[in-house]
């Protein structure tokens, strides 16, 4: 198993300009997620979804969306990017919700 | 939500034991302790939960007071390789609850 895959590994985008993160996981996991981390901070959930058609809210949804159209693939939309999302973003994915996360390599994302 | 504390950082020497220590005074019954780790750039690692019971795995060992409000991950031999971040996390056992990463402890395992 690959596990959770990322794509791309790293992008510099203008502000204003969009673009959507890749994430996809070959485990079968009904459960994915998608967390930001800033520079010397923890993780802080963006998305999340429980299954295909199925996603909600974390702490910090503002100015991102998710689809969820299949089990494998959970990709995040940035509409208008801003200088305040410039950070690294990690896809996550588990089986039932109480069970360990399984993280991707991360996405470096720099807004100029 | 119960929070967690943990020291800043913490150095360790290759070779020996490392124990990093994880306040959450404020658990309630159902909620499970976990702990993360982060190597420099890569996507956060699980080591190993627990409810009340000790666990040990491949990895580390979870010791948890009997009060449960806090507990110890320890390597037994660190290595220069677990140089990390790691996070302790206390998490609801209810459906759509979530990983809430706090600051972590920065261990610095030396030679």
């Known amino acids: 198993n690959a596990g959770v895959t990322q794509t791309p590994k790293f992008r510099i985008l203008k502000i204003g300009q969009s673009m959507t993160l890749q994430c996809t996981q070959d485990?079968?996991?009904?459960?994915m997620y998608w967390y930001r981390q800033d520079p010397g901070m923890g993780l802080k959930l963006i998305y999340y979804?429980?299954?295909?058609?199925?996603?909600d809210k974390g702490e910090v949804p503002n100015g991102y969306n998710v689809s969820r159209s299949t089990t494998e693939d959970f990709p995040l939309r940035l509409e208008l990017a801003a200088p305040s999302q410039t950070s690294v973003y990690f896809c996550a994915s588990s089986y039932h919700n109480q069970e360990t996360q399984y993280f991707g390599p991360g996405t470096r994302l720099l807004v100029l | 939500d119960a929070k967690t504390t943990q020291p800043t950082s913490m150095d360790c020497a290759e070779g020996r034991a490392a124990n990093l220590p994880c306040n959450h005074s404020?658990?309630?019954?159902?909620?499970?302790v976990y702990w993360y780790r982060q190597i420099h750039s890569q996507g956060p690692q699980y080591i190993i939960h627990g409810l009340k019971n000790n666990e040990t795995n491949e990895m580390a060992s979870l010791i948890i007071t009997e009060d449960r409000k806090s507990s110890t991950l320890i390597l037994p031999h660190a290595t220069l390789r677990d140089t990390a971040v790691y996070y302790c996390i206390v998490r609801p056992n209810n459906a759509g609850n979530m990983l809430t990463f706090g600051g972590g402890t920065r261990l610095m395992v030396k030679p």
């Open positions: 979804s429980v299954g295909a058609g199925i996603t």
């Open positions: 485990m079968n996991h009904n459960y």
């Open positions: 404020t658990i309630s019954g159902n909620e499970y």
